[in-house]
T-cell receptor, first 114, second 116 residues
Framework: ELKVEQNPLFLSMQEGKNYTIYCNYS?????LYWYRQDPGKSLESLFV?????AVKQEGRLMASLDTKARLSTLHITAAVHDLSATYFC??????????????FGKGTKLSVKP | EAGVAQSPRYKIIEKRQSVAFWCNPI?????LYWYQQILGQGPKLLIQ????????DSQLPKDRFSAERLKGVDSTLKIQPAKLEDSAVYLC??????????????FGEGSRLTVL
């Protein structure tokens, strides 16, 4: 059974600081996704990582994937208040010959304080 | 481009009553998903459709939950009878599919269910 673990689950940061969120998963998968969720809102796709060694960057966020270690990281550089949200990683499993079947982690609730 | 549409946004019912949620995916998206998100947790897949066929319903509590996607576009998710533990946000998502785009899901705003 594919399990996805994120840590930390809660993260309180000061503006301007750097930090990393980790996502570990239990079985082989080559595809990993990061989503953002604001309170009371739906999930917004941030990054799609489709191969070992993939690195994607958007603004102050950078995501990477190491399929051999079954690990993805989401690095936050010089955090700002607007980044406060819950971040989910999701790993794709192949089921019934079809793709797109995602298993989500529990999420990391990020709070950026002045 | 219009996003994934869901209704109703909020629903309050008593236990043992029934409820139905509706979803209209992004135009052209063949794959449609229903996820359940309990407060403080990550979304859990209930059912995945490819066009109007079911790909995965292994985590759908079939004694009380049912879902259909009759014409390969809109979908409905029904709960009958509801239990207290069904209180959650029900998220509908769709994806383009294909080799590269399969897992990039686009989510609707969700339908928040409260069972009293």
């Amino acid at each position: 059974e594919l399990k996805v673990e994120q840590n930390p689950l809660f993260l309180s940061m000061q503006e301007g600081k750097n930090y990393t969120i980790y996502c570990n998963y239990s079985t082989t998968s080559d595809r990993l996704y990061w989503y953002r969720q604001d309170p009371g809102k739906s999930l917004e796709s941030l990054f799609v990582l489709l191969s070992n060694g993939a690195v994607k960057q958007e603004g102050r966020l950078m995501a990477s994937l190491d399929t051999k270690a079954r690990l993805s990281t989401l690095h936050i550089t010089a955090a700002v208040h607007d980044l406060s949200a819950t971040y989910f990683c999701a790993v794709e499993r192949y089921y019934g010959g079809s793709q797109g079947n995602l298993i989500f982690g529990k999420g990391t609730k990020l709070s950026v304080k002045p | 481009e219009a996003g994934v549409a869901q209704s109703p946004r909020y629903k309050i019912i008593e236990k043992r009553q029934s409820v139905a949620f509706w979803c209209n995916p992004i135009s052209g998206h063949a794959t449609l998903y229903w996820y359940q998100q309990i407060l403080g947790q990550g979304p859990k897949l209930l059912i995945q459709f490819q066009n109007n066929g079911v790909v995965d319903d292994s985590q759908l509590p079939k004694d009380r939950f049912s879902a259909e996607r009759l014409k390969g576009v809109d979908s409905t998710l029904k709960i009958q009878p509801a239990k207290l533990e069904d209180s959650a946000v029900y998220l509908c998502a769709s994806s383009l599919g294909g080799l590269l785009g399969a897992g990039e899901l686009f989510f609707g705003e969700g339908s928040r269910l409260t069972v009293l």
